[in-house]
């Protein structure tokens, strides 16, 4: 049973740093994408980074190009996420999300982080 | 930047009725387009994919049509479990980029 289970979410104060941790089982992690994409209390969807499967590709969103950064262990089978420069807007719920070859969606999700930046 | 957006923001409908989702996308996507499903408190699920596509163990209840910007989620008879939050995502740029629309509230009348 693929399984994807996020952890290292909190209260952070603006301008302070986080790293969220995403941990895999159930399917050969080293062989998909990997994705971060958050929800913000109350609204909707916005991706936020990928990976690919060797982390020789890495994408982001405007909102947190040059604050986040991705990254993968294929050892550990874990996606992390290190934020630094927290701030009010990017409070949400953070969810890791498996990105199958071919791009057919994003077919299974984590149950999510909540990521609370406020002083 | 592909901007989606989803009518009707809330939609009320009887369970065994049907509902009819539309997404629009603000310039040609194909038919790279997703939908999924989202219930109080859980993480999104995917439900469609290529437009039409079915993911695995989605009912046949849930079709998905449309190409281009224009976009349409059928549920052909609503059950209780269905009721929730449905969102359109484009990934035609995909990567680097893709993108939600604002979602549709499916609830009961």
């Known amino acids: 049973e693929v399984q994807l289970v996020e952890s290292g979410g909190g209260l952070v104060k603006p301008g302070g740093s986080l790293r969220l941790s995403c941990a895999a089982s159930g399917f050969t992690f080293s062989s998909y994408s990997m994705n971060w994409v958050r929800q913000a209390p109350g609204k909707g969807l916005e991706w936020v980074s990928s990976?690919?499967?060797?982390?020789?590709?890495?994408y982001y969103a405007d909102s947190v190009k040059g604050r986040f950064t991705i990254s993968r262990d294929n050892a550990k089978n874990s996606l992390y996420l290190q934020m630094n420069s927290l701030r009010a807007e990017d409070t949400a719920v953070y969810y890791c999300a498996r990105d199958p070859p071919g791009y057919k969606g994003f077919d299974y999700w984590g149950q999510g982080t909540l990521v609370t930046v406020s002083s | 930047e592909i901007v989606m957006t989803q009518s009707p923001a809330t939609l009320s409908v009887s369970p065994g009725e049907r509902a009819t989702l539309s997404c629009r996308a603000s310039q040609s996507v194909s038919s790279n387009l997703a939908w999924y499903q989202q219930k109080p408190g859980q993480a999104p699920r995917l439900l469609i994919y290529g437009a039409s596509t079915r993911a695995t163990g989605i009912p046949a209840r849930f079709s998905g049509s449309g190409s281009g910007t224009e976009f349409t989620l059928t549920i052909s008879s609503l059950q209780s479990e269905d009721f929730a939050v449905y969102y359109c995502q484009q990934y035609n740029n995909w990567p680097p980029s893709l993108t939600f629309g604002g979602g549709t509230k499916v609830e009961i009348k």
């Open positions: 990976i690919s499967s060797s982390s020789s590709y890495i």
